[in-house]
């Protein structure tokens, strides 16, 4: 009997080597000599693979069954790996400044972690050979963007856990027709261990392996290369998620004249019938998923979901801003996630979904803050970390704050009909914003481009889960891609002031505020399915509706001409617009003083202009 292909003299349990382009090949060999794992598979993307890796789940008890709903499944991690990890990220250049710009002296750099090309080489050396010992090489050939697509690329990553196996088959097109489609071109090398070689050194916490202490996510932007070492978690083992659409692939769309953004896509028609797309850029946890999502309380509109996180976005001939979703699926904050907040998302992430670090039901079920009202009441709870008959005396929360759904677009009964196309949906706006309980009004447009890509760079927002941050504090986070950058800030915002050209249809560019409080500490704004009414003064702004008024810092709506009929409580729009003298006069001088001090020398004189006037309009002197 003929035993199984070997690559590098390890056994192929599944596909067949001759099939792998001859530089795929090449690059598995390389892997397979340096993580020395026991066993190679060579993912095919197939309905029977995926059953095989859900059963491997749960033989390997990574994850349970929740068999109150269709082809669902929990993993709980050890409570080391639980988020991205931003401290332990890193940038690899050749020179620093490539990378980041040069704080002021004595100032911490906060724009990204740099790491020598030489020293990368070193931490490689310090922890990938033989890390794979005792494991399974999944081999996982994805595509970011439909396959086949010119603005999609594809990338290649050998990991060696099933559970990343199986979350990069919904996040991502996965697949063995990759292959046809790639040949024997390049593409974006992406290699992931747990760092945990069997037998194991210490003991495995809830048979989650990671290597906190070692946990490296380091990026070689000029040959398109991702080493991730030590983590089990979202974006720093799904490395076609931020590693890759964000980080490499900001890289690249800085060489090609494109932008890759941290963004949601969206379309929305009005009662009128006339639809336009919009996409928004806010951190990790302010509710892209939501807006992304949303289910309008007045009748009339219909809202279409392309994506949830990342956009890739290029101009095309006739000069129109077009966007695809490089994504497969949604990666999204499960607590907060109820009928109320996300109607639509509660319909489809109980089939085919793969959560992480939610608590369970005894009914098989999950559980997470904001489920209350909606939990039967002869259930027990099992909190993430195991507690059982969990109540909220327990002082801790029974899921974690950066709990997660994994499910496949497809799930999504509102996916935009264009979700799909190769050639990306029409962009008329695009939205920043963050978290900001005070002083920034519930929306404003930006005067011109380069007064909304000052916008873009001058965003900031209160800290969430999604990282390791704690508390609330209030963090500048440029275009929402902070954790992301993969370049110079300094660069990034040049790449953004460049995409202006005079045959352009350029968006508008707008940013939102949906978090403000009162005195009281009471949001002004009800946020969520009420959000339509902002976007529709967006869409009629975008057909230069005259409803907007001047002010220093962009263009306010003139008093009720959002629509305010029918909310639940009445709205203070005086305290939703206002400009506090005094808030505006420090956030001035806190971005001017962030700018000089982390981007310096870097920052493109245009923004000093933008700033300049701004505070010019505003009446603050030196
Ligand atoms: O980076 S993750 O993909 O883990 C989550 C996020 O920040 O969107
Ligand atoms: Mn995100």
Redesign the pocket.
């Known amino acids: 009997m003929m035993g199984n292909p070997k690559i590098e003299n390890t056994e192929v349990v599944h596909g067949n080597p001759q099939e792998l382009p001859k530089k795929v090949l090449a690059f598995v060999s390389e892997i397979a000599q340096l993580c020395q794992p026991d066993k190679i598979w060579l993912c095919d993307g197939s309905e029977d693979e995926n059953k095989d890796f859900t059963r491997l789940m749960l033989e390997e008890n990574l994850v349970i069954n929740l068999p109150k709903y269709e082809n669902c499944v929990l993993a709980r991690t050890n409570p080391q790996d639980v988020?991205?990890m931003e401290s332990k990220t890193y940038i690899c250049t050749e020179e620093k400044r490539e990378a980041i710009p040069e704080p002021k002296p004595g100032v911490k750099g906060t724009l990204g972690n740099w790491m020598s090309l030489k020293q990368l080489d070193e931490e490689i050396k310090s922890r990938f050979p033989g890390c794979m010992k005792g494991r399974t090489l999944y081999l996982l050939p994805f595509s970011m963007g439909p396959i086949g697509s010119p603005i999609s690329h594809v990338g290649i990553q050998a990991s060696d856990s099933v559970y990343v196996a199986a979350s990069m088959r919904i996040m991502t097109r996965m697949g063995k027709n990759v292959y046809k489609v790639l040949g024997d071109k390049d593409f974006v090398k992406c290699i992931h261990s747990v760092g945990v070689p069997l037998p194991a050194q210490k003991p495995i916490i809830n048979n989650w392996p990671c290597d906190p202490e070692k946990t490296m996510v380091a990026h070689k932007t000029k040959t398109n290369e991702i080493w991730s070492y030590g983590s089990g978690?979202?974006?720093n083992s799904?490395l076609g998620?931020?590693c890759f659409s964000l980080r490499i692939g900001s890289a690249i769309a800085r060489r090609e004249g494109w932008l890759a953004e941290h963004m949601l896509i969206v379309g929305i028609t009005n009662p009128q019938g006339v639809k336009k797309y919009i996409v928004g850029a806010f951190p990790?946890q302010c509710g892209k998923t939501n807006l992304a999502m949303l289910t309008s309380p007045i009748p009339g509109y219909k809202i279409e979901c392309v994506g949830d996180?990342i956009a890739w976005m290029r101009f095309d001939e006739n000069g129109v801003l077009r966007a695809i979703n490089p994504e497969f699926g949604f990666?999204g904050v499960c607590p907060g996630t109820n009928h109320h907040t996300n109607p639509v998302a509660m319909d489809m992430i109980f089939k085919n979904t793969i959560f992480t670090n939610v608590a369970k039901t005894s009914d098989g079920g999950v559980f997470w803050e904001g489920l209350e009202k909606e939990l039967k009441t002869h259930v027990s709870i099992t909190s993430w970390t195991g507690e059982k008959h969990w109540t909220r005396d327990s002082g801790k929360p029974a899921a974690h704050p950066n709990a997660r759904f994994c499910t496949p677009l497809v799930n999504c009964p509102i996916l935009d009909p264009h979700w799909n196309s190769p050639e990306g949906v029409p962009i008329s706006a695009i939205l920043f914003g963050g978290r900001r309980p005070e002083g920034i009004p519930l929306i404003y447009e930006t005067r011109s481009w380069k007064h909304g890509v000052y916008a873009g760079a001058s965003v900031s927002s209160e800290a969430t889960s999604?990282a390791e941050y704690k508390g609330h504090k209030v963090m500048h986070d440029p275009f929402s891609a902070r954790p992301f950058l993969s370049y110079n800030a300094g660069k990034y915002i040049e790449h953004w002031l460049q995409m202006e050209k005079d045959y352009r249809k350029m968006p508008k560019i707008f940013h939102v505020n949906w978090f403000r409080k009162n005195k009281e500490g009471h949001y002004l704004w009800p946020g969520f399915g009420e959000n339509i009414r902002v976007l529709d003064w967006i869409m009629r702004r975008c057909d230069n509706e005259p409803i907007a008024v001047e002010s220093p810092i962009g263009l306010l709506p003139k008093e009720g001409s959002i629509n305010l009929e029918g909310l639940p409580d009445p709205i203070n729009w005086e305290e939703l617009f206002e400009l506090p003298e005094d808030f505006w006069k420090r956030e001035m001088n806190d971005i001017e003083t962030y700018f000089n001090q982390q981007i310096g020398d870097d920052l493109p004189p245009a923004i000093r202009e933008e700033i300049e006037n701004q505070k010019k309009r505003l009446g603050i002197s030196k």
């Open positions: 988020a991205r978690y979202g974006g799904l998620k931020k990790s996180d990666f999604a």
